[in-house]
């Protein structure tokens, strides 16, 4: 009975109607949701609408500084801004940091595991090289030949492709830098597989030499041949006669008058090495055609004939690659006196 009367008591304290107090708020229901807010202001005691932007010195900065960032997204981004910088400049007007500290920055990247960064950094040196190629080949052949060398098929494939825009701004003033002739082919033929011993007791094939492969090795291996190719026919093909019948006839009577005008490089005589230390041959400065011709023939010619002589015989892609080498060793060496010994 107790239980029930409870019950009945509670349910008839639903339809009872409160008693209003005077001085006592309206008691709330038992539902009722607070949607009461306060607004906050925060006051500055330095205020102006009148903001300066970043200069572009810093914001070049800046992105330069980014290049290092841990997202390959943010890298892209930055190598996308300073691209569109350096093109949108004239030829007289000069970068915020000078190229010989952008640029080591910059090569980095072509170590970059992310093709997206790898692609955007080849748009950025194509405008880089195309006023800057002769004073920064040096900096560049250094991280193209790092890059060559690298496990990665990827990164080994691009620096081919960096290589290649290099000699198409500036094929004599790659061959002729520093180290360019020797260092590249040297380079070339460890990634090939087709150096020789250097030991006098070991006559012959190393045992690293490399099998000729079909499908993405064979393509990879084709486009080395053909970019040596190229790399070959800029430092020993003769010079052009149009070039030369287009100086006769522009300098007319005087003959051979660009020979004679002032060099434009910072350091003509830097080949002849006057006050710096012996170097050694491979970072020799061959800017002359006959040095770089004799000096194929005596360390390079039979590796890369005995190389090419193998790989040919597999057809295909490859082979027509190598029957191009072939094509542009001769070339080079058509006109060359051979010693007679």
């Not at 330095?46 to 914001?59: C, L």
């Not at 330069?64 to 093109?87: D, I, K």
């Not at 890369?304 to 040919?312: A, S, T």
Request: charged share 25%.
């Amino acid at each position: 009975m107790g239980s029930s009367a409870k019950r009945k008591k509670e349910k008839k304290k639903d339809f009872q109607k409160p008693k209003l107090k005077v001085g006592k708020d309206k008691p709330k229901p038992a539902n009722f949701t607070d949607t009461s807010f306060k607004a906050g202001a925060i006051h500055l005691s330095r205020q102006s609408i009148n903001v300066e932007a970043p200069s572009t010195s810093k914001t070049f900065s800046h992105h330069v500084s980014m290049l290092r960032h841990q997202s390959a997204t943010q890298r892209q981004e930055s190598l996308a801004f300073l691209t569109s910088l350096v093109a949108d400049r004239s030829s007289e007007q000069s970068l915020p940091e000078p190229m010989s500290v952008f640029l080591p920055r910059v090569c980095q990247l072509m170590l970059d595991p992310s093709n997206g960064v790898r692609q955007q950094l080849l748009k950025l040196l194509h405008h880089v090289l195309r006023d800057d190629v002769r004073v920064q080949i040096g900096q560049l052949l250094h991280w193209v030949i790092a890059s060559m060398m690298q496990m990665s098929v990827d990164i080994s494939l691009f620096s081919l492709d960096v290589l290649s825009l290099m000699l198409g701004n500036g094929p004599l003033d790659v061959v002729s830098s520093i180290g360019g002739w020797t260092k590249v082919l040297n380079c070339f033929l460890k990634v090939l597989g087709w150096q020789q011993q250097s030991s006098k007791t070991q006559q012959g094939w190393t045992q690293m030499q490399r099998e000729v492969k079909i499908g993405s090795q064979g393509k990879t291996m084709a486009k080395q041949l053909n970019v040596l190719s190229v790399f070959i026919k800029a430092g020993m093909a003769p010079p052009t006669l149009l070039a030369g019948g287009q100086r006769a006839v522009t300098s007319f009577p005087l003959t051979h008058v660009d020979e004679h005008m002032m060099s434009t490089r910072s350091n003509a005589f830097a080949h002849l090495n006057l006050f710096g230390t012996g170097t050694s041959d491979e970072n020799r400065m061959l800017e002359d055609r006959e040095d770089r011709q004799r000096l194929f023939t005596d360390i390079y010619e039979k590796p890369l004939l005995d190389g090419i002589e193998r790989v040919k015989r597999e057809g295909g892609e490859v082979g027509r690659a190598s029957a191009a080498l072939a094509k542009a060793i001769a070339g080079g060496l058509a006109d060359f006196e051979r010693d007679q010994t």
